[in-house]
Nanobody, 125 residues
């Protein structure tokens, strides 16, 4: 049984940083492309980062580009999302998800089939 677990969320002041982690059991991230998504109350879920299966490419929307960095540690079967210069609008539940596709996109979550329960990020001004 596949289980994806996010951690590292919390309360941080605007301008601060957080690093989210995503681990999995029953699934090896080297076999999947992986994305980070977020959803704020009353808003649609949006992609904030993804990394291709081979780990050679990462993609970010303009809203987080230059502030968020996604990385992976294959030996630990763990993905990370480093978030810097956090803003109020980054407040959301953050989810990690895996796709069997070799490529990835932050524009759609339809190809991501394995999801974690999320970790809350709250940015206070």
């Amino acid at each position: 049984q596949v289980q994806v677990v996010e951690s590292g969320g919390g309360l941080v002041q605007a301008g601060g940083s957080l690093r989210l982690s995503c681990t999995a059991s029953g699934l090896y991230f080297v076999d999947y492309s992986v994305g980070w998504f977020r959803q704020a109350p009353g808003k649609e879920r949006e992609g904030v980062a993804c990394i291709t299966k081979n780990g050679e490419a990462t993609y970010y929307p303009n809203s987080v580009k230059g502030r968020f960095t996604m990385s992976r540690d294959n030996a630990k079967n763990t993905l990370y999302l480093q978030m810097n210069s956090l803003k109020d609008e980054d407040t959301a539940m953050y989810y990690c998800a895996a796709s069997s596709k070799a490529w990835c996109s932050v524009l759609s979550d339809r190809d991501f089939h394995y999801w974690g329960q999320g970790t809350q990020v709250t940015v206070s001004s």
